[in-house]
């Protein structure tokens, strides 16, 4: 498949984080996870973070760190683990509307990071390191995710099942349709001089994945999927295995 810029174009990476949680605030626990509002109109994140939806949304639980909050934002679902030791799996469950930005990119702009050094991990330090900045620069991507508890297998993808690690991709759903097969031939995401090729299948989407040759690829759960998701930052081409003429008549 081709784009405006060739067959070539970014392959990244997500995953199901898992941290520390519970369903009720206290302590350390004062940072919410909600589920999504009745109503339409819906403020930007800072609001959001600021109380402005009020008892409209629910939260589904309470974390500890602000950070590890917004990163289950970005990969869209995760579990958290309550004090008694059970698991709680999140979904996703739609968003406010606003626009997706990458803080890495806002990052990069202020000068603060190397393009070539941006990572979740390189970012999450940053923040650390920073604290009297972090609100503002989370607060630079305007959307908002809520979640939903699910009770079956999961992470459920945007095509409505389970992901299956190192085989589920998310795709710009307005060019590749879901359910599709797809070639992929990339690099290792911890060793560039590896290649990948593998069958994959169009499963999810995302706010970041837009263009022809654009992929987000969904590595599993645990600190293995964490450290590939966090670094998978390489180019690489796909290609649609579909029946002669299906794009035409679908």
């Not at 710009?172 to 995401?189: H, I, K, N, S, Y």
């Not at 911890?190 to 290649?195: A, Q, T």
Request: proline content about 8%.
């Amino acid at each position: 498949m081709a784009g405006n810029d060739g067959d070539e174009g970014l392959f990244t990476g997500y995953y199901e984080p898992e941290i520390e949680g519970s369903l009720t605030p206290g302590g350390r626990y004062m940072t919410p996870l909600l589920a999504r509002p009745e109503t339409k109109r819906l403020p930007d994140r800072e609001a959001i973070e600021a109380g402005a939806l009020g008892a409209r949304a629910k939260p589904v639980a309470w974390v500890a760190d602000p950070v590890d909050a917004f990163f289950l934002h970005i990969q869209g679902s995760g579990r958290i683990r309550l004090p008694d030791g059970s698991v709680l799996r999140l979904g996703f469950d739609g968003h406010n509307g606003h626009p997706y930005t990458s803080i890495g990119g806002v990052l990069i702009r202020r000068g603060a990071l190397d393009r070539e050094e941006v990572s979740m991990q390189t970012i999450r330090a940053w923040l650390a390191q920073n604290p009297a900045e972090t609100a503002s620069v989370l607060n630079s991507n305007a959307r908002y995710v809520f979640f939903r508890v699910l009770s079956g297998p999961g992470p459920v993808g945007a095509e409505g099942v389970p992901l299956t690690p190192g085989r589920s991709l998310a795709i710009d759903r307005r060019l590749v349709p879901f359910g599709a097969p797809v070639w992929l031939e990339t690099r290792d995401a911890l060793d560039d001089s590896r290649p990948v090729r593998r069958l994959m299948v169009a499963q999810d989407t995302g706010g970041a994945i837009k263009g022809a040759v654009r992929g987000d690829i969904f590595f599993g759960a645990g600190p293995d999927a964490a450290a590939r998701a966090g670094r998978m930052n390489r180019a690489g081409r796909y290609f649609l295995l579909l029946p002669r003429g299906f794009l035409k008549t679908s």
